[in-house]
């Protein structure tokens, strides 16, 4: 920052005051266990508090080790003024919540109150736990196991979020039926309003100084206005992204639209329940609601395949799925004229009236935006061309489809959302730039001409690491390639002794790579235990990999980012390929199609940019604190042979190079007579 920007500071703020609290004998260091000052992270709080004195926006890169949180945090509490943290993942929530904040509000001595805040899902419901427990309409033992410990834990808890009750996993099934969604919550209508968590919760966030929420959430309620950060906004005075990356994926995610073959059974099911139970007179409600099911069900039927993504140009107009969406179409307009009669017979028939035509005019919604008539106004034109910016595509799984309406760029709805008071934003992460450059970042959220920062990592990369791309391997695209990655990964894996994470950039690769593993480890006797991506959640598999020791995990794209595993119990990571986007997704495609009118090259300047940045995540899972040392095998071997290969190993640490498999091994076998030559 330049002098000039430092005198324009609001009184409180100033550089001395930050070096002070970072310095070696500053507050964090008093007062943290094995804190050490580091100059990037204290020229990073600088940074951020400018911004926070002169209500400014700050993109802030800072290299794995730096200590973002608390370079952040720091200012944040004490001059932040009512401020939004929102992170990557719910993980990272509550570590923030449970954990930094806390600690940073201890040391500091700062007089904030914390909030945690996440979407309506995750907190029981009142109304719904006391339906289903009356209904009984449960399927498996299993799930009525968890209904009896979601019934107790209703009685003990204070916050009604669902992470406080790890018996249950998340993805247990029962909370669905236990939880709300802006569908089927009666909101003050509810004869439990006044004891609602999410109600409560939204009430501690609006008193709160720090409220924490996550980029999901941000969104959702940017898009739905349903999750209570609408009524946030206004007051917070600096709002802060970490796990920044993410932001262009999930803003995406939630300025579309999505209709699901699901979200018309659950309505389905709800129409029959409310119907039998305060209508039963009113309508033949099973014989009503069979066609709009088995509508539903053969929407899905009209792609035998088992996993489909295709844009809407792409469907044969001969195909079975367009008089498919019709037939749905009529089914849901007699559900509905029904439901019209009705619904003045029970505030639940109500409310199943309002979602059933709410979800047939998206349905209605989904189709190719009418060309402009040649006599329109250039308003009308306008109009045309920007509900033109988006693409429709389907999206079938084995047991729903979905339909998609995804715009092309997020950066002016983002804008929009930037616009009015003036606050401070604050974007942050390890991995935003391409080896210096915030273009690609910058781009897609529209962030044009707002200062970029980059603070390097303070490892050293060249002695704690090696960057290992093996001799031979075949094209990524050859049928072989996978067998390939695990016979040339094998002999690095028995040097490492185990202690592995093997990153696929496909399911099919994982699976694939598992039975291969399994069979080699068993016919070589090797001692590795196996940890594999789907046979437990995320947390209990890396719990399970740090207690091993010297296992091996195999996972995709949620075990590239937000993961940490520090010391001895990881020591080499294996990816297969560099991590570009499938050419077949449809909003890559159209987005592509889109640049290359404007006469950009769609690969440069998109595809590239976007799989540096993921790979950066996956390289990033190696070296964690300055004692990590460890060998980041990459197997592709585009990195070399294709002229773009430089521009990505350029945009990695600064790793110690070889293509040689004995320096990998002698690396290795100096880590593990190391301890020795110290007796």
Known sequence: MTEQTQETNAPGIHDDEVEQIFGLTGALSTSIKGYRPRQAQTEMAKAIASAISGQKTLLAEAGTGTGKTYAYLTPALLWGGKVIVSTGTKNLQDQLFLRDIPMIKKVLKAPVSIALLKGRANYLCHFHLERTLQNGRLTS?????????????????SSGDKAELARVPETASVWNLVTSTKDTCMGSECQYYQDCFVMKARKEAQQADVVVVNHHLFFADVALKDTGIAELLPSANTVIFDEAHQLPDTATLFFGETISTLQVLELCRDVLAEGLSHARDGAEWAKLVAPVERAARDLRLAFPQDVVRLSLSQIAPSSEFFPALETLKDAMDDMIAVLEKQAVRAETLEQCRVRAIDLNSKINDWKEPEPPKS??????????????????????FSTSLQLHRTPLSI????????????????????????????????????????????WPSPFNYAEQGILYVPEGMPQPNSREYTDAVVDAALPVIEAAGGKTFLLCTTIKAVKHCAERLREEFQQRDLPFPLFVQGDAGRTELLDRFRAAGNGVLIGSQSFWEGVDVRGDALSLVVIDKLPFSPPDDPVLAARIEAMEKKGLNGFVHHQLPEAIINLKQGAGRLIRDETDKGVLMLCDPRLISKPYGKRIWQSLPAFTRTRELSVVQDFFKRLVDAPKLVE
Do not use: C
């Not at 250039?378 to 109009?383: E, F």
């Not at 002016?412 to 991995?431: D, L, Y």
């Open 141 to 157: 033992r299993e799930d009525v196991g968890y209904l009896r410990d979601i019934s107790r834990f209703m009685k003990t808890t």
């Open 375 to 396: 006599n329109s106004t250039k308003a009308g034109v306008a109009d045309k061309l920007e509900k033109a910016d988006y693409v429709l595509w389907v999206e079938a």
């Open 411 to 454: 950066a002016p709805i983002f804008n929009k959302q930037r616009e009015g008071v003036p606050r401070t934003w604050i974007f942050t992460s390890a991995t935003m730039a391409v080896k210096n450059d915030f273009t690609h970042f910058v781009s897609q959220m529209g962030l044009w001409n707002e200062p970029a920062r980059t």
